[in-house]
T-cell receptor, first 112, second 111 residues
Framework: ETGVTQSPTHLIKTRGQQVTLRCSSQSGHNTVSWYQQALGQGPQFIFQYYREEENGRGNFPPRFSGLQFPNYSSELNVNALELDDSALYLC???????????FGPGTRLTVL | GENVEQHPSTLSVQEGDSAVIKCTYSDSASNYFPWYKQELGKGPQLIIDIRSNVGEKKDQRIAVTLNKTAKHFSLHITETQPEDSAVYFCAAHDSWGKLQFGAGTQVVVTP
């Protein structure tokens, strides 16, 4: 069974740029959630995707957007990057109806 | 929305001693409470969880207790080992289906 994978591992961008992060869910999992984890803090929920649609969103502005594909993989897009967007971005997957969420290793984004 | 508070923020224990981390939550509709362990440079790893219809759950050296009335839950690690050193997060699964995390506890086990 393949776990949750994310790419890239690290990324450096400058303020105002756009970034796309990718996630492959664990085998058999059809629901994907994205979290932002600032240094020294707990993960903060960004949004969740099920059946290729967003079905839950945290307190993040519209410049954070996402996609889910038919194979359940997902992308997180962030436009107009700000310095405060520097964080570890985590993807988690689960089966709808199950509570257990399994996290990937994360993508470390640095905005200069 | 749900708010989860976690204490302490840091915990130093001698190898072999027990460690206890406590969390409180605010949303009485929350029904699932996982604990995650995060090592440096890695994503959170689910180590144990408890559902709202259960008061206690144990898995080898790790146990979790839940008091729904008081809205608090705790993680207990017995016979701590150096490999238990990590950041531990509690979380509550709210009525919208998202996880709300605590701020984390840095556990350091000294030999």
């Amino acid at each position: 069974e393949t776990g949750v994978t994310q790419s890239p591992t690290h990324l450096i961008k400058t303020r105002g740029q756009q970034v796309t992060l990718r996630c492959s869910s664990q085998s058999g999992h059809n629901t994907v959630s994205w979290y932002q984890q600032a240094l020294g803090q707990g993960p903060q929920f960004i949004f969740q995707y099920y059946r290729e649609e967003e079905n839950g969103r945290g307190n993040f502005p519209p410049r954070f957007s996402g996609l889910q594909f038919p194979n359940y993989s997902s992308e997180l897009n962030v436009n107009a990057l700000e310095l405060d967007d520097s964080a570890l971005y985590l993807c988690a997957s689960r089966m709808t109806g199950d509570n257990e969420q399994f996290f990937g290793p994360g993508t470390r984004l640095t905005v200069l | 929305g749900e708010n989860v508070e976690q204490h302490p923020s840091t915990l130093s224990v001698q190898e072999g001693d027990s460690a206890v981390i406590k969390c409180t939550y605010s949303d009485s509709a929350s029904n699932y409470f996982p604990w995650y362990k995060q090592e440096l440079g890695k994503g959170p790893q689910l180590i144990i969880d408890i559902r709202s219809n259960v008061g206690e759950k144990k898995d080898q050296r790790i146990a979790v207790t839940l008091n729904k009335t008081a809205k608090h839950f705790s993680l207990h690690i017995t016979e701590t080992q150096p490999e238990d050193s990590a950041v531990y997060f509690c979380a509550a699964h709210d009525s919208w289906g998202k996880l709300q995390f605590g701020a984390g506890t840095q556990v350091v086990v000294t030999p």
